[in-house]
C-alpha cells in the first residue's frame, strides 16, 4: 500500500508540468522558427523570381557564348573567364599576404605592444568598409599613378584582394589561435625553432580553418560588383579578357550591364545570370563547409 | 602523543590515536595477568593459577585485533615517517605483549607440578614475589614511557631489568642450597623456572622500550646487546 | 657524560627539532634499511645538474628562491610539494623553457655537466635536445604515431634510417607492441595513456642525456600510471630523470632523491614563493625526514 502510495507521488512528481512552462516553450519555440522562415522566405522569393524570369536561356548557350548587343547571341563566357582571371589572381596574393599577416601577428607580434593592437583594431575595421571605397582606392592608385596598372584584369585582382583580406586575415588568426599552446610547447620542447613549429604543426594543424576563410572570401570577391566599376570594367566586351588586354569585365559587371538594358530579352538574360552566380556561391560555401567538417581538428 | 593535525587526514589521526590505546592497555592485560599468577605463586594457588591460562585467550585476542588493524591501516592509508615506524613499533609491541602472557601461562602451568601443599621456601617465594613486583613496575614504566615518548624513561628500563637479573641469580642460589634437601628439590626447580619466565618478562619489558627509541629517534638497536651485557653499544663510523 | 649511543639519540633529536637544510647529508647509524627494492641500485655519483641559489622571477615577482641542489646521473629525483610552490617553474628551467615566457628571469648559477646552462653562447635548441620534457596533458601532435615519433629526428637532421630510430624510441617507450601494425593510424585514437607513452617515445628519438617529466601521470588512471611507473624504472638506466609530482605515494614509489619545497610568503603576505626544505634519499624523507615540516607535510598534516 505505502509502496504504491510513494510510487505514486514520486510519477506526480516526475511528470508534472505546470501549463505556463509549456505554453511559454512553445511560444518561444515559434518566434525561433518564424526568424528563420523569414530569411529563407527572402531568399527563396529571390530565387524562385528569378528562376520564373531566366529559365529559357538557362541553357549551355549562357556560358558558351560571349557577350553580344544581340540578346539572342548574348553569353556570359568572356565574363566568366574574366572573373577566373581575376579569382586566380585574387587567391595567388590573397593567401601569402593574409596568412603571413596572420602568422605574424599570432606568432611573432607582442600581445600587449601598441603598435600591435593598433594593427588589429585598424584590420578589423577594414573589414567593414564599403566596398565602392576599394574601387576608387583601386582607381586612384592602382590603375592610376603610381602602379599605372590601367584597367586590367590584376588591377582588379590586386584591388579585390585588398578588400576581402581583413575577412583571411581575421580567419586564419582564428585558426591559428585555436591550435592549442601545449602542441607548440611540445614541439619546442624537442629542440624545434619557432619557425620549424610554425611551419610544421601549427599551419598544417590551421589549414582546414584557412581554407575555409579563404573559400569565403573568395566566395565574396566574386559577387562583387561596386569596387569593379571605378577600375573600369567594361560593361560590354566582345572579345575574351586576359592578363594581357587592356581591358576586362567580370561576371556581376556584365550581368548588371544586362539589368540596365531596355530589352526584355536583356533582362531574362539577367535573371539566368542570377542564378548561375548564386549557384556557384552555393558550390563554393557548401564545399567550405564540407572542407571544415571533414578536416576540422577537435582539441 | 601524536602531534594534533590541522584539521587534515582527522580521520586517519584519530584511527592511529585509537590504534595505538588499544595496543599499550595490552599491556595492562599483562600486568593484570601477571597480578594473578604472582598471587598464585605466593599462595601456591592452582585454581587461580587455572583462571591465568583460561584468560590468556584475552591476549591473544587483543594480539590478532591489533594486527589486523596494523594491516587494514598500512594498506588504506600508506604512513609515512612517524606514522609508519609508530606502526612498525606497535606490530613488535603486540609481539612482545602476546610473549609475556604466554609467560604468565607458563608459570601458571608450573604451580600444579608442585602439587597442593608444597615443601615451600619462605625465602625464595619471597624472591620470587619481589621478582614479580619489580616486572609488574617494569612493565608500567615500558607503557608510560611509550605513551609519552619519553626515551630517557625507556632507557631506565635497563636499569630496572638489572634488578630482575640479580633476583633471579639469587633464586638460582637458593635452588642449589635447597637442592640438597631430597624432598625440597623437585620444588625448587619447578620455582627456578617461574623465576626463569619472570626474568624473561622483564626482557620483554625492555624490548617495548627500544621501540621508544626507534619511534623518536629511527634508529633501530639494543639498548644493549644481548652478547656483550654491561657494555654500551660502539658507534659505527660515519659513511661519506 | 653520556655514552655514544645517547649522544647520537640527542643530536638526532636536536636536528628533528632544529630548522631548515637542504641537501642533508645522510648521517650515521644502523637503521634497518627497509625492504623494498628500487629497480637498480643507483650509486652513481656523477652530477648531471648543479642548481647554486636558482631564483625564478615573473615580470619582477618572485616564483622561487634559492635553490640549491644537484641532480645525478641514472637518478630519478623528484620534487614534490604543495600547488604553488614553483615545482613547475623550477623543472621548466633545467631545459629552458622559461625562455620562452617573455617576463621570466632567472638569477643564479645552473650547471649541467659543469657548463653553464645560461650561458651566453649556449643555444637554447641544443639544450632541449638534450633535455627532454614530457608534461602534464599528454600532447601528440595532430599527425600519425610514426611522424609524432618522427618529428624530432626530422626537425633536427638526424640522418640515421628513420624506421629504426622510431621503432627503437616505441620500444624504448613500451609501446612498440601495441602500436606496430598502426603507425599510420592518427595518434588521437589512442588512450590517455598510450598517448603519454608516445609522448615519451617522441622525447626519447632524439636522443636526449635527461628526460624532465612535469606530473606525466596526473591525468592518467591508475593502470596507465602503473605502466609508466615501471617505465620510468627502466628510463632511467639510460637516462637521468627529473620528475615533478603531486602525488607523494609516486613519489616514494619511483625516485631515488626527493626535494621538497615548501610556500613562504614575504612580511605583508603579498607574495609568495617556493623554497626547498629538505633534499635527500627518498627513503630518508620518507622514513626519517629531518625536518619537522617535511614530516608534516609527508604525512599528511600540512598541505
Same mark, same amino acid.
Given at each position: 500500500?505505502?509502496v504504491?502510495g510513494a ?5 506526480e512528481?516526475l ?7 509549456v505554453?511559454?516553450? *512553445?511560444?518561444?519555440? %515559434?518566434l ?10 527572402? /531568399?527563396? @522569393? ?5 528562376l520564373?524570369?531566366?529559365?529559357s ?10 557577350? %553580344?548587343?544581340?540578346p539572342?547571341?548574348? #553569353? ?10 581575376i579569382m586566380?589572381f585574387?587567391?595567388?596574393?590573397l @593567401?601569402?599576404?593574409?596568412v ?8 611573432? #607580434?607582442s600581445r600587449? %605592444? ?8 585598424n584590420?578589423?575595421?577594414l ?11 583601386? /582607381?586612384?592608385f592602382?590603375?592610376r ?7 586590367t584584369?590584376l ?5 579585390? *584582394?585588398?578588400l @576581402?583580406?581583413? @575577412?583571411?586575415?581575421?580567419?586564419s ?8 599552446t601545449?602542441i607548440?610547447e611540445?614541439?619546442?620542447a ?6 620549424? +613549429? ?6 598544417p ?6 581554407? *575555409?576563410g579563404?573559400i569565403?572570401?573568395i566566395?565574396r570577391?566574386?559577387?562583387?560588383t ?6 573600369g570594367?567594361?560593361?560590354?566586351? +566582345?572579345?575574351?579578357?586576359?592578363? +594581357?588586354?587592356? %581591358? ?8 548588371f550591364s544586362?539589368?540596365k538594358?531596355?530589352q526584355?530579352e536583356?533582362?531574362?538574360?539577367a535573371?539566368? #545570370? ?15 563547409i564540407?572542407?571544415?567538417?571533414r ?5 | ?5 590541522e584539521?587534515?587526514?582527522v580521520?586517519y ?6 590504534l595505538?590505546t ?8 599483562v600486568?593484570?595477568?601477571l597480578?594473578? $599468577?604472582?598471587?598464585a605463586?605466593?599462595?601456591q594457588?592452582?585454581?587461580l ?10 591476549i591473544? &585476542?587483543?594480539y ?6 596494523i594491516?587494514?591501516?598500512?594498506a588504506?592509508?600508506?604512513p ?18 602476546e610473549?609475556m602472557?604466554?609467560?604468565c601461562?607458563?608459570?601458571?602451568k608450573?604451580?600444579?607440578?608442585a602439587?597442593?601443599?608444597?615443601p615451600?621456601d ?7 614475589v619481589?621478582?614479580g ?9 615500558a ?19 638489572d634488578?630482575?637479573?640479580?633476583l633471579?641469580?639469587?633464586?638460582f ?5 635447597? &637442592? ?9 626447580? $619447578?620455582?627456578l ?12 619489558a625492555?624490548?617495548?622500550?627500544e621501540?621508544v ?6 634508529l ?9 651485557? &654491561?657494555e ?7 659513511s661519506? | 657524560? !653520556?655514552d ?11 636536528r628533528?627539532?632544529g630548522?631548515a637544510g637542504d ?22 655519483n656523477?652530477?648531471v645538474?648543479?642548481l ?8 619582477g615577482v618572485p ?9 645525478f =646521473?641514472?637518478h ?15 623543472i =621548466? ?5 622559461? !625562455?620562452?615566457?617573455?617576463t621570466a ?22 639544450v ?5 620534457m614530457?608534461f602534464q596533458k ?6 600519425s ?9 626530422r ?5 640515421d634510417?628513420?624506421d629504426?630510430?622510431?621503432?627503437g624510441?616505441?620500444?624504448s617507450a613500451a609501446?612498440?607492441d601495441?602500436?606496430?601494425?598502426r ?13 603519454? =607513452?608516445l609522448c ?5 628519438a632524439?636522443?636526449?642525456d635527461?628526460?624532465?617529466?612535469d606530473?606525466?601521470c596526473s591525468?592518467l588512471d ?17 637516462f637521468?630523470?627529473?620528475i615533478v ?8 614509489r619511483?625516485? !631515488?632523491?626527493?626535494a ?6 614575504d612580511? !605583508?603576505?603579498?607574495h609568495?614563493?617556493g623554497?626547498?626544505v629538505?633534499?635527500?634519499e ?6 626519517n625526514p629531518?625536518n619537522?615540516?617535511t ?9
Amino acid at each position: 500500500m505505502a509502496v504504491t502510495g510513494a510510487r505514486g507521488v514520486t510519477n506526480e512528481m516526475l511528470s508534472a508540468q505546470p501549463r505556463k512552462d509549456v505554453i511559454r516553450n *512553445t511560444i518561444f519555440a %515559434s518566434l525561433l522558427f518564424l526568424a528563420i522562415a523569414l530569411a529563407l522566405a527572402g /531568399l527563396c @522569393v529571390l530565387i524562385g523570381k528569378n528562376l520564373v524570369e531566366g529559365w529559357s536561356r538557362l541553357n549551355l548557350d549562357l556560358i558558351t557564348q560571349n557577350n %553580344s548587343s544581340n540578346p539572342a547571341e548574348a #553569353g556570359l563566357r568572356n565574363a566568366i573567364i574574366g572573373t577566373i582571371w581575376i579569382m586566380a589572381f585574387v587567391i595567388l596574393m590573397l @593567401v601569402p599576404l593574409g596568412v603571413g599577416a596572420a602568422v605574424f601577428l599570432e606568432e611573432y #607580434g607582442s600581445r600587449t %605592444s601598441r603598435i600591435t593592437r593598433l594593427i588589429e583594431i585598424n584590420i578589423q575595421n577594414l573589414a567593414g568598409v564599403p566596398s565602392i571605397i576599394y574601387g576608387l582606392l583601386g /582607381l586612384a592608385f592602382i590603375a592610376r599613378a603610381p602602379l599605372s596598372l590601367g584597367y586590367t584584369v590584376l588591377a582588379a585582382a590586386m584591388t579585390l *584582394t585588398l578588400l @576581402v583580406l581583413p @575577412v583571411v586575415i581575421i580567419a586564419s588568426r582564428e585558426a591559428i589561435r585555436a591550435v592549442p599552446t601545449s602542441i607548440r610547447e611540445g614541439s619546442l620542447a624537442l629542440g624545434a625553432t619557432k619557425w620549424q +613549429t610554425i611551419r610544421r604543426q601549427v599551419l598544417p594543424a590551421a589549414i582546414p580553418g584557412i581554407a *575555409t576563410g579563404v573559400i569565403l572570401a573568395i566566395s565574396r570577391a566574386i559577387g562583387e560588383t561596386a569596387p569593379l566599376i571605378p577600375l573600369g570594367a567594361a560593361t560590354f566586351l +566582345t572579345f575574351t579578357p586576359s592578363p +594581357t588586354t587592356d %581591358s576586362f569585365t567580370a561576371m556581376p559587371v556584365t550581368i548588371f550591364s544586362w539589368v540596365k538594358q531596355p530589352q526584355p530579352e536583356f533582362q531574362t538574360l539577367a535573371a539566368a #545570370g542570377v542564378l548561375l552566380l548564386i549557384a556557384l556561391l552555393v558550390v563554393m560555401n557548401s564545399f567550405a563547409i564540407w572542407l571544415r567538417n571533414r578536416y576540422e581538428q577537435s582539441w | 602523543m601524536a602531534s594534533s593535525g590541522e584539521g587534515v587526514r582527522v580521520h586517519y589521526q584519530e584511527e592511529l590515536e585509537q590504534l595505538e590505546t588499544r595496543a599499550l592497555d595490552g599491556l595492562d592485560l599483562v600486568v593484570s595477568s601477571l597480578d594473578r $599468577t604472582v598471587e598464585a605463586i605466593r599462595h601456591q594457588d592452582i585454581e587461580l593459577a587455572e583462571l591465568v591460562i583460561a584468560d590468556d585467550d584475552v591476549i591473544d &585476542g587483543r594480539y590478532l585485533e591489533i594486527h589486523q588493524s596494523i594491516l587494514t591501516l598500512l594498506a588504506t592509508q600508506a604512513p609515512v615517517a612517524t606514522d609508519l615506524r609508530l606502526i612498525a613499533a606497535l606490530l613488535h609491541v603486540m609481539k612482545n605483549i602476546e610473549r609475556m602472557g604466554d609467560q604468565c601461562v607458563n608459570i601458571a602451568k608450573l604451580i600444579p607440578i608442585a602439587g597442593h601443599e608444597p615443601p615451600a621456601d619462605e625465602r625464595m617465594l619471597r624472591n620470587l614475589v619481589t621478582m614479580g613486583g619489580a616486572v609488574r613496575a617494569e612493565i608500567r614504566q615500558a607503557k608510560r614511557s611509550f605513551a609519552d615518548r619519553n626515551v630517557e624513561m625507556a632507557r631506565d628500563l635497563v636499569r630496572q631489568d638489572d634488578v630482575v637479573d640479580n633476583l633471579n641469580r639469587d633464586c638460582f642460589q637458593l635452588a642449589i642450597e635447597i &637442592g640438597d634437601d631430597h624432598d625440597r628439590r623437585e620444588w625448587a626447580m $619447578t620455582m627456578l623456572l617461574v623465576a626463569r619466565a619472570l626474568e624473561r618478562i622483564g626482557d620483554n619489558a625492555v624490548d617495548v622500550g627500544e621501540q621508544v627509541a626507534f619511534v623518536v629517534t629511527g634508529l633501530f638497536r639494543e639498548f644493549e646487546d644481548a652478547s656483550h651485557p &654491561g657494555e654500551p653499544l660502539i658507534e659505527p663510523s660515519a659513511s661519506p | 657524560m !653520556d655514552d655514544p649511543v645517547t649522544q647520537e639519540e640527542r643530536r638526532t633529536e636536536e636536528r628533528a627539532a632544529g630548522g631548515a637544510g637542504d641537501g642533508a647529508t645522510a648521517h650515521a647509524s644502523i637503521e634497518v634499511r627497509p625492504g623494498f627494492q628500487h629497480a637498480a641500485p643507483s650509486a652513481s655519483n656523477e652530477k648531471v645538474f648543479e642548481l647554486h641559489d636558482i631564483s625564478v622571477f615573473y615580470a619582477g615577482v618572485p616564483a622561487v628562491r634559492d635553490i640549491t641542489m644537484d641532480v645525478f =646521473r641514472h637518478h630519478v629525483t623528484a620534487l614534490i610539494g604543495p600547488s604553488g610552490c614553483g615545482k613547475s617553474t623550477l623543472i =621548466r628551467c633545467l631545459n629552458r623553457m622559461n !625562455d620562452l615566457i617573455p617576463t621570466a628571469r632567472v638569477e643564479g648559477e645552473l650547471l649541467y655537466h659543469g657548463e653553464d646552462l645560461y650561458g651566453p653562447r649556449v643555444d637554447p635548441i641544443q639544450v632541449r635536445k638534450l633535455i627532454g620534457m614530457v608534461f602534464q596533458k599528454p600532447n601528440p601532435f595532430p599527425k600519425s604515431i610514426y611522424d609524432n615519433v618522427a618529428f624530432g629526428p626530422r626537425v633536427l637532421g638526424m640522418k640515421d634510417d628513420m624506421d629504426d630510430i622510431v621503432e627503437g624510441a616505441l620500444h624504448s617507450a613500451a609501446l612498440w607492441d601495441e602500436v606496430k601494425d598502426r603507425l599510420g593510424s592518427n595518434a588521437y585514437g589512442m588512450s590517455g595513456g598510450q598517448q603519454q =607513452r608516445l609522448c615519451i617515445a617522441r622525447c626519447i628519438a632524439v636522443q636526449p642525456d635527461v628526460i624532465l617529466m612535469d606530473e606525466p601521470c596526473s591525468a592518467l588512471d591508475p593502470i596507465s600510471t602503473g605502466k609508466i611507473e615501471d617505465l620510468m624504472a627502466q628510463l632511467k638506466q639510460e637516462f637521468s630523470i627529473v620528475i615533478v609530482t603531486h602525488n607523494m605515494q609516486q613519489a616514494a614509489r619511483v625516485s !631515488d632523491r626527493t626535494a621538497f619545497l615548501m610556500v613562504e610568503l614575504d612580511a !605583508d603576505e603579498r607574495h609568495r614563493w617556493g623554497r626547498i626544505v629538505e633534499y635527500d634519499e627518498t627513503e630518508k624523507i620518507f622514513t626519517n625526514p629531518s625536518n619537522p615540516r617535511t614530516e608534516d607535510y609527508v604525512t599528511g598534516k600540512v598541505g
